[in-house]
């Protein structure tokens, strides 16, 4: 069984920074890659940021240069959030792409709200 435990979210004011964590555990024998998705209200699930096990990063556009992703070691990942805005705010849910046992799958975390307001 695999899990992915997040913490690190809540509320802030815009421009300031919150710290997301997500530890993987469990009969993980491949970790390919983790990162970060988030979803507002009304929209869909969006990539945040992914790093892999290579450490290749990747972001979305709109976070590119306030958002830093980061492996702790092979099954932790930080994302940094700094200069948060309003239209940051959401559920951000932690992902995972690896192989368990015989079959390779996406795992999700719980989520955790980010909120940015005034």
């Known amino acids: 069984q695999v899990q992915l435990v997040e913490s690190g979210g809540g509320l802030v004011q815009p421009g300031g920074s919150l710290r997301l964590s997500c530890a993987a555990s469990?009969?993980?024998?491949?970790?390919?890659?983790m990162g970060w998705y988030r979803q507002a209200p009304g929209k869909k699930r969006e990539l945040v940021a992914f790093?892999?096990?290579?450490?290749?990063t990747n972001y979305r556009d709109s976070v590119k240069g306030r958002f830093t992703i980061s492996r702790n070691n092979t099954k932790n990942v930080v994302l940094q959030m700094n200069s948060l805005k309003p239209e940051d705010t959401a559920v951000y849910y932690c992902?995972?792409?690896?192989?368990?046992?015989?079959?390779?799958?996406?795992?999700w975390g719980q989520g955790t709200q980010v909120t940015v307001s005034a």
């Open positions: 469990g009969s993980i024998r491949i970790l390919y890659g």
């Open positions: 992902n995972a792409d690896l192989l368990a046992k015989f079959v390779r799958s996406d795992y």
């Open positions: 790093i892999t096990e290579a450490g290749s």
